[in-house]
């Protein structure tokens, strides 16, 4: 009975866990966004290309 207790108890791979959820999610994320990032990120660079100009 104590074996089983303290095997509840133990909360080793629980971080692991929730660290393999989040990058789960977020890679989820990114992929149903992608064009959208990607239209966002090409209008920061666009942006900033012009911007370097007037410098």
Do not use: P, W, Y
Request: hydrophobic fraction near 55%.
């Amino acid at each position: 009975m104590r074996g089983i207790r303290e095997f509840v108890a133990e909360e080793d791979g629980v971080g692991v866990v929730e660290l393999i959820l989040i990058l789960v999610v977020l890679i989820g994320l990114v992929l149903i966004f992608k064009e959208q990032l990607t239209d966002l990120v090409n209008d920061i660079f666009n942006t900033i290309t012009k911007s370097a100009g007037r410098v």
